[in-house]
């Protein structure tokens, strides 16, 4: 049988259409796109793509259900390791993991791994309803903090294993930055909703508006009867330059920004939260929460959108997916650049969440110099060549760090330099007995798909300590 040499196009909207809507940009492949693509797989005895995987689906076993036409016998395949299939498919990074390890990529384009994974689980949410069978509880009670990937991972696998688990969210809806920080165009939250019912089939209980460190303490936790704690509390807390005009009314973080659009539908007509409908964005930062922000603020009416990096377009850390999708739907970019002051002016309505206080922003044009600790070459500022680029919103893309609360409200729990938890490698657990850790709570923000393995991890860990600790 002769391969086709590229993967089977996904079908999306047009970038003229999309960038002014928040529907989901790419559609999906159909049964018969799907059906193509698997047969692609060469189905490898070594299985490399399962290696590439945090979670280590069986890749290969559900890729030959959908050659089977068995999409159901697909999505129990990938289940039995991931407990957000319908999420991964969408906005895991699968170019750098699965599909990079995939052997047919050695000569061709990789088997669409994630495509197919997207197809599966959309097909299963569409056309099964069975209610899965709840396991035997053991009587043991295990807290989860965060319902973002890693807490809603280590929350499924432990309530399979039969264990009283309760989630404890600080915001309004679950699903972390599932729902506050990754738009709807890419990740729809009727998406999100549907995986979190599936597990609430399991018996997992959910409290939201519950401010772990604020409601109730990690202590108070155990003092309640739960034996072991897991945090998944992400990493919320947003970094700034430092530079002179961050304060200015018109200068958001990513994390307000997105949170504001796609967790309390600032988007919407009929919205009560306010969010600045600029027509001139400056974006400062390469990843994909810069593209993220870009792109929102493309279909908030803006006209011109410009990421700001100091690095060139080959080192954007971003996934190239959405660099492309950025670029199609007349996002500008600003390389070898960075921000050394906002400027603003004074206004009498500063109160007026329609108006800015901001201007421009003035850069400084960047060359690459020797690489740096992590072989990425370091950007080196040009004497004398600031310039202004005119905007009037600024959007601050340049990381995240751990939210210091649960550290500040938990004796014992050891932290390192940047606010992340401490933990053992593998098991996540931390310095306190009885408190497990995974995420972005212990990385800083990284993947979806890391976040979910650490969370799996941990469950494995907390199911093993309570074994030998015995009731």
Avoid: W
């Amino acid at each position: 049988m002769t391969i086709q040499p590229k993967k089977h196009l996904m079908p999306m909207q047009e970038a003229a259409v999309r960038s002014h809507n928040f529907s989901e940009v790419a559609l999906g492949y159909s049964a018969q796109t799907a059906i193509a693509e698997a047969n692609r797989c060469l189905n490898c005895k070594n299985r490399p793509c399962v290696e590439g995987c945090p979670v280590y689906v069986a890749i290969p076993d559900f890729i030959t259900k959908i050659k089977q036409n068995d999409f159901e016998g697909a999505y129990k395949v990938i289940s039995e390791n991931s407990n957000l299939p319908a999420v991964c498919g969408r906005v895991c990074p699968q170019e750098t993991q699965c599909e990079n390890k995939c052997t047919l990529g050695i000569k061709f384009e990789p088997v669409a791994i994630g495509r197919l994974e997207r197809f599966v689980a959309d097909y299963h949410n569409a056309n099964c309803n069975t209610v899965p069978e709840i396991p035997k509880l053991k009587g043991r009670k295990v807290a989860v903090v965060g319902s973002g990937p890693s807490g809603l991972a280590c929350a499924g696998d432990l309530a399979k294993k039969g264990y009283e688990v309760t989630v404890f969210e600080a915001l309004h809806e679950v699903g972390g930055v599932l729902v506050y920080g990754i738009p709807e165009f890419r990740l729809p939250k009727s998406i999100v909703a549907k995986e979190v019912e599936a597990l609430k089939h399991y018996g997992v209980n959910i409290q939201t508006n519950v401010v772990v460190g604020k409601t109730v303490t990690v202590d108070e936790l155990f003092e309640d009867g739960f034996e072991a704690v897991f945090i998944g509390s992400g990493a919320g807390l947003p970094r700034f330059m430092g530079i002179r005009g961050e304060s200015l009314k018109g200068v958001y973080s990513a994390n307000e920004f997105l949170t504001r659009v796609n967790l309390m539908k600032a988007f919407q007509k009929d919205s009560h939260t306010p969010v600045l409908h600029a027509k001139n964005v400056a974006v400062v930062g390469g990843g994909n929460v810069a593209m993220d922000a870009a792109r929102t603020a493309l279909r908030l009416g803006a006209e011109n959108v410009y990421i700001i990096y100091r690095r060139s377009m080959a080192e954007l850390p971003a996934r190239k997916e959405e660099v492309e999708h950025a670029v199609e739907e007349g996002v500008k970019f600003e390389i070898l650049s960075n921000p050394v002051e906002i400027l603003g002016y004074d206004t009498s309505d500063r109160l007026d969440p329609k108006n800015s206080c901001v201007k421009a922003i003035k850069l400084i044009k960047c060359a690459l110099g020797e690489p740096d600790a992590k072989g990425r070459r370091r950007p080196v500022e040009i004497a004398g060549s600031e310039y202004v680029l005119p905007v009037n919103c600024v959007i601050m893309a340049i990381g995240t760090s751990p939210n210091p609360l649960i550290k500040s409200t938990t004796q014992g729990l050891d932290v390192n330099s940047h606010g992340g938890i401490i933990v053992e490698e593998v098991s996540g657990k931390t310095s306190k007995e009885g408190i497990y850790a995974g995420g972005d709570a212990v990385t800083g923000a990284a993947t979806v798909i890391l976040a979910m393995g650490a969370g799996k991890s941990a469950a494995k860990a907390i199911d093993e300590y309570l074994d030998k600790k015995g009731k």
